[in-house]
């Protein structure tokens, strides 16, 4: 948002996903992937609400929990939900059919490069503004109640409305694409340099 007030000093070069080093298969289920990232992420009652929200539907259900909270700890976890301390995000993005994300910039831009519709769950502040532009622009939908049935209507709803979702993701997944990453990053130090010198 508000693009427009940078100047040319600023290169918009997107983000730069890294590779995925595992594999992820797709059963056939819809897969409903739920993470709450990598450093805020101990919120047992949250997922504790996911758990009863899929129990017994006909939904692959992976989460993954971090280090700080003990995958044993959840009781009556149905055969249909996978709990993991981690996963290959990357792999996993490419077969889900939805991603419930506590909205972490670094999360949202990887679920939008997979062409991956979004419940969106901040937690923070500045999880809470990326939340609000990844809804503006249709990537996703926000999650206003945590409790296991307004979590599971929400995915009910992206998913009877993916193929809207994935349309409104697509340009997002394109202009990340012909951002440039890295290398463009690195064209744009040397053009600085570069005019820098001249001018000296």
Excluded at 126 to 151: D, M
């Amino acid at each position: 948002p508000f693009s427009e007030t940078f100047s040319d000093r600023y290169a918009f070069v997107g983000p730069l996903p890294r590779e995925k080093t595992e594999e992820f298969k797709s059963d056939g289920r819809k897969t409903v992937y739920i993470s709450l990232g990598t450093v805020n992420n101990k919120n047992s009652r949250f997922y504790e609400n996911c758990i009863k929200a899929f129990s017994g539907e006909n939904v692959r259900v992976v989460m993954s929990v971090g280090q700080r909270t003990d995958e044993n700890s959840f009781s009556d976890v149905p055969a249909n939900i996978e709990l993991h301390t981690r996963v290959d995000q990357m792999a996993v993005l490419e077969a889900a059919d939805v991603f419930i994300t506590h909205c972490g910039m670094n999360s949202v831009s990887e679920s939008i490069w997979c062409g991956v519709p979004m419940v969106l769950a901040p937690q923070q502040s500045e999880e809470a503004a990326v939340a609000r532009r990844a809804a503006e622009l249709g990537a996703g939908l926000r999650l206003e109640r945590r409790g296991p049935a307004a979590i599971r209507a929400a995915v009910e709803q992206v998913l009877g409305h993916r193929e809207r979702y994935r349309q409104a993701i697509a340009p997002l997944a394109a202009g990340f694409r012909a951002a440039g990453g890295a290398a463009r990053a690195a064209e744009k130090i040397e053009e600085t340099i570069a005019r820098q010198t001249e001018e000296a």
